[in-house]
């Protein structure tokens, strides 16, 4: 979500009243050992907006600690910036991703499909676009595959071809897509999951182990991703994400609409 700040407590010196933010999903303590090695994921004071012990964003008002607060540049709008957290999940498993490429190759172009043309799937085949890598984007669903139609990024309904990329991202958490990733993908393949959830599935790790293949996992996004998000974003043709904004008050119909896959995103505004 993003939004303005209306008030701030004493502690709170960087920022001002009418500053448009985002803030970070992911809060940890800060102070414990895990934190301290930027491990936050295993904190165990760790909460999360909407999903671990913090409300949301379906309010009009939302209480978040100063420190989780990102102030945004004048050129972002307030329906744009509500990408940030997803584009910031996106770019920590891209990262992630790129560890696995060899030290002076990671300049170089590389041919990447990424399985899944929902939200995540897009903005990470944008931001690997942007950076100058040959991107394919796998989807059962024309439509989304369509908003593709003004990038340099080709399309394709089926895996078939999945033996052609060095690198692949899994961003539909479905089994499925993820069974197929492991058997049609070459040898010495990095795929990247970025799916949840995995149902459970019985299967071997030969096609992994047998053939050099490398597993990343990756969820969330800390405050270094956060501000390469905001940075980034201006360059992001998001204009397929706003399509849809329906007021605040409208969140079980939007919630509807979002199962139908009509939209690429479906928006909630508080005040339209």
């Known amino acids: 979500f993003s939004g303005k700040v209306v008030a701030f407590g004493t502690n709170v010196d960087s920022l001002a009243i009418g500053d448009h933010v985002v803030a970070e999903c992911i809060q940890s303590c800060g102070k414990c050992e895990a934190c301290r090695r930027e491990n936050f994921l295993g904190c165990a004071q ?4 909407g999903v671990i012990g913090r409300n949301g964003g379906y309010a009009e008002y939302v209480i978040v600690p100063g420190k989780f607060v990102h102030r945004l540049p004048p050129e972002i709008d307030l329906v744009a910036a509500c990408l940030c957290e ?3 999940v996106a770019l920590k498993g891209i990262k992630r ?3 696995t490429w060899r030290q ?10 990424v399985v899944g043309a929902g939200p995540l799937g897009h903005l990470c085949a944008r931001v690997l676009a942007l950076w100058g890598h040959e991107v394919t984007v796998f ?3 024309p ?6 139609s003004d990038a340099a990024i080709q399309t394709a309904q089926d895996l078939t071809t999945l033996d052609r990329f060095g690198n692949i991202i899994e961003a539909t958490g479905h089994p499925d897509a993820l069974d197929d ?3 049609l993908s070459r040898a010495g393949t990095s795929i990247l999951l970025l799916g949840l959830p995995y149902a459970h599935r019985n299967f071997t790790f030969e096609s992994i182990v047998a053939y050099d293949k490398i597993i990343i996992g990756s969820v969330g996004s800390a405050a270094k991703h956060f ?3 905001i940075e980034l974003l201006p360059q992001i043709d998001t204009r397929a994400f706003t399509k849809k904004i329906l007021p605040l008050a409208n969140f079980k119909t939007a919630w509807r609409l979002a199962e139908t896959q009509q939209h690429l995103k479906v928006i909630l505004a508080a005040h339209i």
């Open 86 to 88: 997803p584009l910031a």
């Open 227 to 229: 501000k390469m998000a």
């Open 181 to 183: 990733i492991l058997r």
């Open 46 to 49: 760790r909460t999360e907006l």
């Open 104 to 113: 002076k190759e990671r300049k170089d172009a590389k041919t990447c499909a």
């Open 143 to 148: 439509k989304r595959l369509g908003y593709f």
């Open 139 to 141: 989807d059962r669903n």
């Open 97 to 99: 991703l790129r560890r």
